[in-house]
């Protein structure tokens, strides 16, 4: 018995690393306005190489830079679930074109870097690049990154951007406010930990519909089940023991994220 309970809570202090680095994603306006000393800028890259990229800057939409070429060099790896690749190539190919969130180089960290450059943005969570595609920007812009599409900006043109940001200096008038769908609480009444059977019963008095998606310690995703139910049985039986992220959203953009542990 006090094996079983050691390797249970050996399972949950493991998850607990594995849930500060899978939470939701925060948008790119909200990691803007998270980010007040970084630079905002778009352009193209034109060049990689194994330390960094070059990027061609179109427009700047906060801070100083006057170059018209500026380098982003190689963040530094770290570990969270696994090595995390910090390189500025994973941005994206040449002739790319993003809008990007940087951190300037104000102090060195690896033997490649060059002082008043730029590094690869590394804050796990934040969306600090989005896409240029044909005139339209493409990524999480705004709203909850895990919500149904009504809950968050996914594209919109480029000059509508543009427009936006240089007539208020941010994010503030950009189409979609996350305010306006903020994540409420979700109450769940559920077994933990699991020895075949989970049972959730949902604290709705309506029967509106929810997306229960099941990840594994690893933070893939392992399914998804709709439900139009106040109550959900999910057969665990043939899955592996181990530590599970359960994540149900439901229509009213109502949220929850728990943790089942299967014995």
């Not at 074109?97 to 060059?114: A, C, K, Q, R, Y």
């Not at 936006?164 to 189409?175: H, P, V």
Request: with cysteine; aromatic share 10%.
């Amino acid at each position: 018995m006090k094996t079983l309970i050691g390797f249970v809570c050996f399972l949950i202090l493991i998850n607990l690393n594995v849930f500060a680095c899978s939470f939701q994603s925060v948008s790119f306006c909200r990691s803007a306005e998270n980010q007040p000393d970084n630079l905002v800028v778009s352009g193209q890259i034109i060049g990689v190489d194994e330390d960094g990229i070059d990027f061609q800057v179109m427009k700047v939409f906060r801070g100083t830079e006057s170059r018209a070429v500026i380098r982003i060099w190689d963040g530094t790896d770290f570990d969270c679930n696994g090595l995390i690749s910090m390189a500025a190539a994973d941005l994206g190919n040449i002739n790319d074109s993003l809008v990007l969130i940087l951190p300037v180089i104000d102090t060195l960290e690896n033997d490649w870097e060059v002082m008043g450059d730029y590094r690869r943005p590394g804050i796990i969570r934040h969306t600090n690049s989005l896409r240029i595609n044909n005139n339209t920007i493409f990524g999480l812009i705004e709203g909850l990154g895990e919500a149904p599409p009504p809950s968050k900006l996914t594209q919109m043109p480029y000059n509508d951007f543009v427009n936006s940001w240089n007539a208020t200096g941010d994010c503030s008038d950009i189409g979609l406010h996350v305010e306006d769908f903020e994540e409420k609480e979700l109450n769940i009444v559920y077994n933990n930990p699991v020895y075949s059977v989970a049972h959730l019963t949902f604290s709705t008095a309506n029967y509106s519909s929810k997306i229960v998606d099941i990840f594994s310690f690893t933070g893939k995703k392992i399914t998804s089940i709709q439900v139009n139910e106040n109550a959900l049985r999910i057969d665990f039986s043939t899955y592996p023991t181990g530590v599970y992220l359960i994540r149900v959203i439901e229509e009213g953009n109502r949220a929850a994220v728990f943790e089942l542990v299967k014995l």
